[in-house]
Every structure is written in structure tokens, then in C-alpha cells.
């Protein structure tokens, strides 16, 4: 794969994780849905043919995703607020579905899967 289509891919993340950003969390924090910001996802160091570098974008997907959707409000507990946590979710499989590779694809589906079956 070329440079300049590895940049081009990883340019998509953050277009996709600042849109979802604010369709997710848009009314809950200030009524309003430009709440919004942009995080770029560099994957150009990675060969996404080796479950290693997969496992690496996934996982720099999940932060920016984490970044882009804000400071987690305090609820008064360790875990974050399902309006954060849905913000996140939403911005990773929108990143995973933009970018659009099989095996990161199949990587997600197999977290989400997990997450699921532990409740």
C-alpha cells in the first residue's frame, strides 16, 4: 500500500470520530450539537496485515475516541457515564467502519463481541 493511501485512511478516523462526537453526546453536555473535536489517528507506521499492528490502531482508535468525546463527567463512581461510554463506542465502530479493513474489522467485531458476553 502506498503512502499516500495509508494517509488518506488515516485521515478518516478523525473525520469520523469528530462527526459522532457530537451526535452522541450533542444534548447532554450544553444543548447544543457543536460540542464536537477532532483527533487524528496515525496508522502509517503500521502494516495492518500483522494482528500486532491491528491490535496497535485499534487501540489508538480507542483513545482518540476517548479524547474526542471529552473529560468524563463525574458521576460519583469509578466507571464512566453511559453517555461517555456510548459516545466512545459510537466514534470506534464509526473510525472502523470509515477505514474499512477486514482485519480491523474483524478485531472490533471480536471486542465488541467480548465486551458483550462479560455483560
Given at each position: 500500500m502506498s503512502s499516500i493511501t495509508k494517509y488518506a485512511l488515516a485521515a478518516a478516523a478523525p473525520a469520523t470520530l469528530t462527526a459522532w462526537q457530537g451526535v452522541a453526546l450533542g444534548d447532554s453536555l450544553s444543548g447544543s450539537q457543536d460540542q464536537t473535536r477532532a483527533?487524528?489517528?496515525?496508522?502509517?507506521?503500521?502494516?495492518?496485515?500483522?494482528?500486532r499492528d491491528v491490535q496497535i490502531l485499534?487501540?489508538?482508535?480507542?483513545?482518540?475516541?476517548?479524547v474526542a468525546c471529552g473529560e468524563r463527567e463525574g458521576?460519583?463512581?469509578?466507571?464512566?457515564?453511559?453517555s461517555w461510554q456510548r459516545c466512545v463506542a459510537v466514534a470506534v465502530e464509526s473510525a472502523v467502519s470509515q477505514l474499512d479493513r477486514p482485519a480491523l474489522s474483524a478485531y472490533h467485531r471480536s471486542r465488541t463481541t467480548d465486551a458483550v458476553r462479560r455483560g
Open positions: 483527533v487524528v489517528v496515525r496508522f502509517a507506521d503500521l502494516d495492518l496485515n500483522k494482528p485499534y487501540h489508538r482508535i480507542s483513545l482518540a475516541a476517548g458521576t460519583g463512581s469509578r466507571l464512566p457515564p453511559p
